[in-house]
């Protein structure tokens, strides 16, 4: 399926996990300096986002390309 739509959840969901992971790595290298709980909060929320939006990715790649 040639959709458009289909195209940018592919590379925009994947795109968007990267940039959370990177973002989460970069909280949790603050934390290992400055122990804040708060900071494993927002890095464990931010890795379930990245998976969400690599799910997303994957799917979207499956129907993209089936």
Same mark, same amino acid.
């Given at each position: ?8 959840? *592919?590379?925009?969901s *994947? ?48 129907w993209? *390309?089936?």
């Amino acid at each position: 399926m040639d959709s458009p739509l289909g195209y940018w959840l *592919f590379c925009g969901s *994947f795109l968007i996990a990267l940039t959370a992971h990177l973002l989460a790595s970069i909280i949790i290298l603050v934390w290992c300096f400055w122990r804040e709980a708060m900071l494993v909060d927002w890095h464990g929320r931010l890795m379930l986002f990245a998976l969400g939006c690599g799910v997303v990715g994957a799917l979207s790649q499956y129907w993209l *390309f089936s």
